[in-house]
């Protein structure tokens, strides 16, 4: 199959196939959102299908949850499985001490609940998301409908004192409407281009009342198998 796929696209089916080596029958597995996790959910399903894997999935998205369905595996949810063996996820940006910027698909909040909730976070990505500091990609953070510009306001005062490059901070879109996330709430994007502090900046972010959580994922994610698309697979 990789070798029909666009070098992105083989580069993120490659690190999904090998994160298949950290599932064994008897799993509860975690599943993350976004165009590599699909991937890692299609190779699950297919091994449920034909190899007799028998593994149970909390889907981290409404995305996630009718793909798994689609491809054969058992969906429970995360009260249902009380804790798991393993969640295997997408990034947007990791660096070397594996901290990373989650949310670009607007799952952020659901994928921190349910990888904090596992024995190990396995990252997995295309060469592209690695970085020595983060932040050009806008951290996303979720916000509740209720005051919502009262909660950007005190998000960009609270900016102006932290370590970071730039402090714009957008409402993302879906058309012409606000996108909503699984759990109702709006998405910001904070457009910082260089975060000095990460841990600073996440606690000084969780503070302000209307923000439920930010996109920064610190001392969650165990491991990063990164492919690329000349068919290489890295473990970190
Ligand atoms: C969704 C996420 C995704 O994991 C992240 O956006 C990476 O997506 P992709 O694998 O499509 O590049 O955090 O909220």
């Known amino acids: ?19 298949t080596e950290y599932v064994e029958t008897g799993m509860k597995v975690g599943l993350g959102t976004g165009s590599t996790a699909a991937w890692l959910v299609q190779c699950l399903g297919e091994m449920v299908r034909e190899d007799g894997l028998k593994i149970k999935g909390v889907p981290t998205s409404t995305r996630t949850a009718n793909l ?51 024995d190990r976070m396995i990252v997995i990505a295309d060469a592209s998301k690695k970085v020595d500091t983060l932040g050009a990609f806008p ?6 409908p209720f005051g919502a510009k009262i909660t950007k306001r005190l998000i960009e005062e609270m900016l102006i004192g932290m ?33 000095g502090n990460p841990h600073q900046l996440s606690l000084a972010l969780n503070q302000i009342p209307g923000l439920v959580e930010n996109g920064l994922f610190i001392d969650i994610c165990d491991v990063v198998i990164v492919g690329h698309g000349d068919g290489r697979v890295d473990v970190r």
């Open 68 to 118: 798994a369905r689609k491809v054969g595996i058992e969906v429970i949810t995360l009260d249902e499985a009380k804790w798991l063996d393993v969640t295997i996820d997408g990034t947007d940006e990791y660096d070397a001490k594996l901290t990373l910027i989650k949310g670009g698909g607007g799952a952020h909040l659901q994928e921190k609940v349910v990888a904090t909730a596992s």
């Open 139 to 144: 951290l996303p953070v979720e916000v509740i």
């Open 163 to 195: 370590d970071v490059l730039g402090r714009e901070v957008t409402q993302r879109m879906n058309g012409d409407k606000p996108f909503i996330s699984d759990e109702g709430n709006f998405i910001f994007d904070l457009h910082l281009k260089r975060i």
């Open 1 to 19: 199959m990789a070798s029909e796929l666009s070098p992105i696209d083989k580069a993120k089916f490659l690190a999904a196939k090998q994160a």
